[in-house]
């Protein structure tokens, strides 16, 4: 029976130990710190050698209860009594590596596609590696590095069997809660465990760095790392309405910080968007200050509006400490079907960091789910729309684990559980520049807020979860299209040019009470 723990799965390589550092020693620190199964890779020792090295392996691993596999050779298990062996695409085959081991023996095989994992449930592995999920130095990779996101549908096909997943592939410390968090199928199927190589082999302490892999599975599984937390029950306008009030009020309460890496053509209207919804805004793009940033800051806002390559850093480096630092970060990825570069930089970012938002027209969304059904023209949509917008958004908010805002004449909001219908805004909003940039700027402020309120408060008044990015989404969609349609009423307002100061100016004098008579909004 397959019991091993492959929560964290040491992959060992002497090549890779710090100078000085003895390779026995390396391994039972590591063991220390919370190593839970081991794998002996030795590609470049002779069989006597491969041999003496597996056995003391063994004898270390015995010493903590920890089970040991062998890479490749199924011999050398044999030899050592091993708990069992992983095998590579164009290793022995299972059924034969099946007859030679003892029976009970654990069998994994590397992964690298959906066909792969299919046939290694029909083959009937115990558990299967995927990867390579990061870029790695550890080995030559014969195939494509698959990414975070990459992993989900492989883990989808393994629901309805007891085959157990692992992530393997340039898996660090530094990215581990990306991993888990990324690396989840449309059905919830998780990850099993993580295959750590040089991050630790390769350390002087490697007893710490296992006790911070440990760390971070552990609080992982406890909290659920993302920042979105589904309703268990269907949401009624009332309550949403009731938590959309509080954030209202907590906003202009507590002046959140907003960090905005945005589009050069909209950034002072966006920064002005944020102080008159009652925020800071800070519009800095040095890659030095992102870690600084992400400690003070109560969200993330990053479009891609007039992407640059030099600008690829900042983005990488702002969101992945914003996840370190649980910061709601909130993507816009404007025009991103327009270029090949932009898809690219999008795909990267996905790939690198968890957004708690994306928010995008028809046709940004279509590109990043890969649908065909709505095109795009720049940074516009083409066509009417989706036939299904909401179960689109659903779908997609599911798949990337986020809450996803389709805007439109009806903006639609999900966070994979429910689907909210917004009716609110005015045509001219559509009519200047960075209309929908100012949207993802609003959301930013009230998924700051979110976060502000949730650490603070008990949900015991029937009111929804705080925190909820669900939450702070709708009511950065609402509060900027409810005051839309005051500011369009106004006498003073002959277009687009005297009605964007209209805009800040209703903002500001913007009351919930405003908001909640005004509000449509339907629950799916």
């Known amino acids: 029976m397959d019991d091993i723990n492959y929560s964290l799965y040491l992959v060992t390589g002497r090549d890779l130990l710090p100078p000085g550092k003895d390779y026995f020693q390396s391994l039972e620190e590591s063991l220390q710190g919370g190593v839970s199964v081991v794998q002996i890779r030795e590609k470049k020792a002779d069989t006597a050698e491969f041999l003496d090295i597996a056995r003391r392996s063994k004898a270390v691993c015995d010493k903590y209860n920890v089970p040991i596999l062998i890479n490749d050779r199924v011999d050398v298990a044999i030899a050592i009594n091993a708990r069992g062996v992983h095998l590579g695409q164009t290793d022995m085959s299972i059924a034969t590596a099946r007859s030679l081991l003892p029976e009970g023996a654990i069998i994994g095989v590397s992964c690298n596609n959906e066909n792969h994992v299919r046939a290694a449930i029909q083959d009937g592995v115990d558990y299967v590696g995927i990867g390579a999920v990061w870029g790695t130095q550890t080995k030559q990779l014969t195939s494509p590095v698959i990414g975070v996101r990459g992993v989900g549908k492989m883990l989808e096909i393994l629901d309805g069997t007891e085959v157990k997943a692992v992530a393997i592939g340039g898996i660090k410390t530094t990215n581990l809660l990306r991993t888990l968090h990324g690396c989840v ?6 990850l099993d465990g993580v295959a750590v190589v040089s991050d630790i082999v390769a350390s002087k302490e490697p007893r710490v760095v296992a006790e911070k892999f440990t760390k971070i599975l552990e609080a992982f599984r406890a909290i659920n790392f993302g920042l979105l937390v589904a309703p268990r029950s269907v949401p009624s306008k009332d309550q949403i309405l009731a938590s959309v009030n509080d954030l209202i009020n907590t906003v202009r309460k507590t002046g959140p910080l907003v960090h905005q890496i945005t589009n050069t053509v909209v950034a002072t209207q966006s920064a002005n968007i944020t102080l008159a919804l009652g925020a800071s805004p800070i519009m800095a793009t040095e890659p030095q200050e ?43 990825p404007v025009g991103v079907g327009a270029s090949a570069f932009r898809k690219e930089t999008v795909k990267d970012l996905l790939n690198t960091w968890q957004a708690s938002v994306i928010k995008g027209n028809a046709g940004e969304l279509a590109s990043i789910a890969g649908s065909t059904e709505v095109a795009s023209k720049g940074v516009d949509s083409v066509g009417s729309g989706f036939s299904d917008p909401s179960s689109f958004v659903r779908a997609l908010a599911k798949k990337e684990r986020c809450v996803v805002v389709l805007t439109g004449p009806v903006d639609y909001i999900s966070d994979g559980v429910w689907v909210a219908a917004l009716r609110n805004g005015h045509e001219i909003l559509r009519k200047f520049t960075g209309s929908g940039c100012i949207v993802g700027s609003s959301i930013a402020t009230y998924c700051a807020a979110a976060v502000a309120v949730g650490r603070d408060t008990e949900n015991t008044d029937g009111r929804l979860v705080y925190g909820d990015m669900f939450i702070g989404a709708i009511a950065g969609v609402l509060v900027l299209t409810v005051a839309a349609e005051i500011a369009a009423k106004r006498e003073d307002v002959k277009g687009p040019g005297t009605f964007l100061p209209a805009l800040i100016d209703e903002l500001w004098v913007l009351t919930p009470s405003d908001v909640l008579s005004m509000a449509r909004i339907d629950i799916c």
Request: aromatic share 4%; glycine share 10%; charged share 20%.
């Open 185 to 190: 199928s449309t059905t919830d199927h998780a």
């Open 290 to 332: 992102m870690g600084d940033l992400s400690r003070i800051c109560g969200a993330l806002l990053v479009n891609i509006g007039t992407m640059r390559s030099d600008g690829k850093e900042s983005m990488t480096l702002a969101g992945y400490h914003a996840n370190m630092n649980k910061k709601p970060v909130v993507f816009d």
